[in-house]
């Protein structure tokens, strides 16, 4: 399959014809014989399997983002905020009137989700059995050669306003015919006192031509016998060849219309994803996209204005071949402008805005373009793109953030095949550089490089030289004075050229940009270079006019440990703050300044030197300075609370290491949580003149209110480290309900929704919860957005508690007494709703934490007649005993226990 046809990002049409789909598959079979023989029929079947399991996918993955809506709810009742800009303005078509086919009525079930494994009601039943039959599934099942269409799957839709109170969809699953031609089909029908009513349908059709193949309008005399109403003229050019049972749901786009998602495979290993919309008229395609793996693309929040954007993944995953595992990340973005999605473009600002924020903008833009991800991101991480600023420069925002999150979420997983790129892909050149200083000179500038051999890249060393100097050369455009650049660039030169007069001039251009840098002196040493000609790492040092200069926060900025953001936060600064900046790491956008603060803390931190969020005159002439060594990783620390002898409550913390004994922490606080990145444990105070949430600073030992309610309980952190999601009951009505509030003291907490004991997704806005439906049933495992909207249920058990998301949001772990008769530890599948379960003993074991790499899981138990910390793998197996717990458990359940890297 020719993938090139495939990814173009820019259109919102894509095609496959049947040839391509069969070349697919024989691709696939010629990976898995090793492309070193014969594909015989098992190899092509074993494709067609691997074609239906890829394409099934999709359906389940989508359901962390657009949560179809609870039945017998009113999209307006959803707690969304109203939107600030951008609000549609299209109003709703007539319904359309046709003929209807004569079936037995019966009792109307509201079911406003596709449920594979329930008991469908009567009306579902019908509907499938009458379009199943209508569509003639049975005969072309016996006449297919290759595969057919297995069956029809209805649902009822959640009406958005009286007109659609009794709306159905119906679609077709399984693996598409090609001989006889079948395709999949999606349609709206309505229950009528006759019968049902088929008001628009939408059929996946493609054609050698590339346009669409459409129906004939059906006559009155053929709607009398069941046949298809007139096709939708924008029917689709991009099939999907299967559909799974769950593949199409109801999503809220907007208010203004009914919206469905549609998740299908392509191919041996694609994936395909429509948006669309019925107005009362016509089922019409919004969206659509063809990704080259499954699943990929989704809709989401991304400005937190009511209204979802698709976010769509068009990824590279050839940069040497599908299966090697080293993919360029991407998404394209589309929102909603009041009459259709339009895809969001970084563009310039107007010149009625601001100087500043023009620059800003501009300065983010080139460095996107450059490949310099990184460096966008930290550009644009002070504006308030959620709040009163100017659309085009807050879409931009939202852009970056989200390509830039996406690059570097594969590193932090680790889920690449050739790391050195994945963080050039980031923009991350000293990353890179860090990889490469593994290795000696000799080893790297070699035949037989060890970044070569044995990898991925082995025989792709073209393909590998290619890339590098075009990342290097496009990251050169935004920052000419970016030393690691020009020594990856030379390093990609050399791998196909060997020793060249340029790859000298590059290597020697980054000794003198990095003159400090003994690795990359030595190297151009290696290769014939003069070390004497270079500028010395003393000359680099001498101060211009002062040891010090003063600089001034643009934007409110964290102050952190160490030039990078890898450092911990050690506090921060408002916009207009003045430092005292005493040398300097890095250049640009890169730059970092090593400052003191004013008395009474003097501290020493470090703070971004950007340009645009800094302003600092003369930050050249600061010397360079030694940077603190970066965090080592490691198992990581421990924290747990318990009552004391003194009929306190404690926070413990603990190596996870298991060689050392616990350590008091905190006095009077309960469940607590350490800020990602950061040093502020939040907690919930037990201390009876400051009840409420609480915060704690490792570094200072400094103690701050976040809250007043004695009720608050179950803080945790977002991805950022500056909002925390807790859960309280502190209404009249003594309902739980989850509430998002600002890591500060001003006690401005928001309500999102009911629930309890929260936890926020690691990646995204969305909180995994203990919770049930509006009706107060379906009780168990709930997720939501962050406004509260798209609630969709996780688990159905009413006693699973204490939810956690796993760092990459894959699954959560939870712990439930239901399930088999006591207290254990399950996992739920996020993808699929699957439930493992993980311990199984007589004795406690509850409130689980994961680690921070997602392999082991943390737990209190009472075990062997006696409360202590133990340790199983995320996958289950044998539970080890950490160390003992000090204290007493009076009501263990109220206690809280997590795993940070620190």
């Known amino acids: ?90 109003g709703r078509g007539a319904g359309v009137v046709t003929e209807t ?60 306003d009286d007109s659609d109170s009794d709306l159905w969809v119906a679609y077709t699953f399984g693996l598409r015919s090609f001989d006889p031609l079948q395709n999949h089909v999606v349609a ?94 016509t089922l019409s395609t919004e969206v659509e996209n063809f990704t080259a793996s499954p699943g990929g693309s989704k809709l989401v929040d991304l400005n937190k204005d009511g209204l979802l954007e698709a976010q769509l993944d068009v990824s590279d995953p050839y940069v040497f071949c599908y299966a090697c595992g080293v993919r360029v990340v991407e998404y394209q973005l589309l929102h909603w402008n009041g009459t259709q999605f339009v895809p969001v473009t970084l563009s310039p600002l107007t010149d009625s805005a601001p100087a500043d924020l023009r620059e800003t903008n501009d300065r983010a833009i080139k460095l ?54 994945s963080q050039l892909f980031y923009g991350d050149y000293a990353a890179a550089l860090e990889i490469m200083r593994a ?29 590098l100097i075009n990342l290097a050369d496009s990251a050169l455009t935004a920052q000419p004075d970016l030393g690691e650049a020009y020594f990856i660039r030379a390093w990609g030169a050399f791998l ?25 002196r030595d190297a151009y040493a290696f290769l014939g270079g003069d070390p004497a000609a270079l500028p010395t790492p003393a000359d680099a040092t001498q101060p211009a006019t002062a040891e010090t200069i003063t600089v001034t926060a643009k934007a409110e900025l964290n102050l952190r440990g160490g030039p990078g953001t890898d450092y911990a936060i050690v506090g921060s600064v408002a916009a207009g703050d003045e430092m005292q900046a ?141 909002r925390l999601v807790f859960a309280s009951n502190r209404h009249g009505d003594r309902k739980w309900r989850i509430y998002v509030t600002w890591a500060d003291q001003n006690n401005n907490a928001e309500v999102v929704g009911f629930g309890q004991e929260p936890d926020w997704h690691p990646s995204q806005d969305t909180i995994v919860f203990k919770g049930c439906d509006d009706a107060g049933a379906q009780c168990g495992l709930w997720t939501m957005l962050l406004d509260g909207s798209v609630p969709g249920p996780l688990t159905a058990i009413a006693s699973d508690s204490r939810p956690m998301w796993s760092p990459d949001g894959s699954f959560v772990v939870f712990m439930s007494d239901e399930r088999d008769g006591n207290w254990e530890l399950y996992r739920v599948e996020v993808a ?16 689980p934490a994961l680690s921070p790499d997602g392999s082991e899981i943390v737990f209190l138990s009472n075990r062997e007649d006696a409360w202590a910390l133990w340790t199983i793998p995320a996958g289950g197996g044998v539970a080890q005993r950490l160390a003992a717990v000090t204290g007493e458990f009076p009501d263990w359940r109220s206690q809280g226990v997590t795993w940070a890297d620190r």
């Open 582 to 722: 005493t040398g300097r790491v890095g250049a640009d956008a890169s730059l970092w300044l090593q400052v003191t603060l004013p008395p009474p803390g003097n501290q020493t931190a470090w703070i971004t030197g950007n340009p645009n969020l800094v302003d600092a005159p003369d930050a050249a002439n600061l010397p360079l300075v030694e940077a603190p060594l970066p965090p080592v990783a490691g198992p990581g620390m421990i924290y747990f609370s318990v009552v004391d002898s003194q009929n306190r409550t404690m926070i413990y913390r603990v190596a996870a290491s298991g060689d050392a004994e616990p350590e008091a922490l905190v006095e009077n606080g309960a469940q607590p949580s350490l800020q990602p990145g950061g040093v502020q444990l939040a907690f919930q105070s037990t201390q009876a003149d400051a009840r409420g949430l609480a915060g704690y600073s490792l570094d200072t030992g400094q103690r701050v209110r976040y809250s007043t309610f004695l009720e608050d309980a179950f803080p945790t952190w977002n991805p950022a480290g500056n």
């Open 832 to 847: 699929d709703g699957a439930v493992t379960r993980l311990t199984d003993n007589a004795a406690i074991d509850g409130l």
């Open 368 to 421: 996107a373009q450059a490949g310099l991800w990184k460096d966008a991101l930290e550009t644009v991480s002070s504006l308030d793109i959620a709040g009163e600023v100017d659309p085009v420069l807050a879409w931009n925002a939202l852009y970056i953030q989200v390509n830039a999150d996406a690059k570097r979420a594969v590193i932090e997983a680790e889920q690449t095949g050739y790391p050195l790129l």
């Open 496 to 520: 196909v050229d060997g020793q060249t007069d340029e790859v000298q001039a590059d290597l020697a251009r980054a000794a003198e940009l990095l003159p400090r840098d003994e690795f990359v």
């Open 188 to 281: 709206i029908y309505a229950r009528v006192e006759s019968g049902w009513q088929e008001l628009a349908r939408m059929e996946f059709t493609e054609s050698e031509t590339g346009e669409p193949a459409i129906e004939e309008p059906a006559t009155e005399g053929q709607a009398e016998e069941g046949q298809a109403a007139e096709a939708d003229p924008a029917a689709f050019i991009l099939a999907p060849d299967y559909l799974g049972e769950g593949s199409v749901r109801q999503v809220f786009v907007e208010p203004t219309r009914i919206w469905l998602e549609v998740q299908g495979g392509a191919g041996a290993h694609s994936g395909t994803y429509h948006v669309l919309s019925y107005d009362g008229e």
């Open 1 to 90: 399959m020719n993938r090139h046809d495939r990814m173009n990002s820019s259109s919102l049409s894509f095609r496959m014809p049947f040839s391509a789909f069969l070349t697919s598959l024989l691709l696939v079979a010629l990976l898995l014989a090793g492309c070193a023989g014969s594909v015989d029929a098992t190899e092509v079947a074993v494709a067609v399997a691997l074609t239906q399991t890829a394409a099934a996918m999709p359906a389940a993955e989508a359901a962390e983002t657009a949560t179809p809506l609870p039945a017998n709810s009113q999209p307006g009742e959803t707690p969304t905020p109203e939107p600030e800009s951008l609000t549609p303005e299209a």
């Open 101 to 160: 086919v004569a079936v037995t009525t019966t009792e109307a079930v509201t079911d406003s989700v596709p449920v594979t494994d329930a008991i469908a009601s009567p009306e579902q039943a019908e509907l499938e059995a009458l379009v199943s039959e209508q569509l003639e599934l049975a005969r072309i099942a016996e006449e297919s050669e290759f595969g057919a269409i297995e069956g029809v799957s209805a649902f009822q839709l959640t009406p958005v």
């Open 439 to 467: 290795y000696t000179p000799e080893e790297l500038f070699s035949d037989a490089s060890p970044l070569v051999a044995g990898t991925v890249a082995e025989g792709n060393v073209e393909t590998l030289s290619e890339r």
